[in-house]
């Protein structure tokens, strides 16, 4: 029986690496919303944000 365990430890190995395979993918997949959340946080957001398009307008 103890053929029976070895399998069952290759097989949580083999899941564990796909599981992580995954989330990996996922990251590298969403990587752009990833960073431009990121970079949201540090901004500080004014009290009307729909106006927030129209500030580069009365830049030189």
């Given at each position: 029986?103890?053929?029976?365990?070895?399998?069952?430890?290759?097989?949580?190995?083999?899941g564990?690496?796909?599981a992580?395979?995954?989330?990996?993918?996922?990251?590298?997949?969403?990587?752009?919303?990833?960073?431009a959340?990121?970079?949201?946080?540090?901004?500080?957001?004014?009290a009307?944000?729909?106006?927030?398009d129209?500030?580069?307008?009365?830049?030189?």
């Open positions: 029986m103890k053929s029976n365990s070895t399998w069952r430890f290759v097989l949580a190995i083999v564990a690496s796909l992580a395979a995954g989330f990996i993918c996922i990251v590298v997949a969403n990587w752009n919303k990833l960073t959340c990121a970079a949201s946080l540090g901004k500080k957001r004014s009307c944000p729909e106006f927030d129209f500030d580069d307008d009365y830049t030189t």
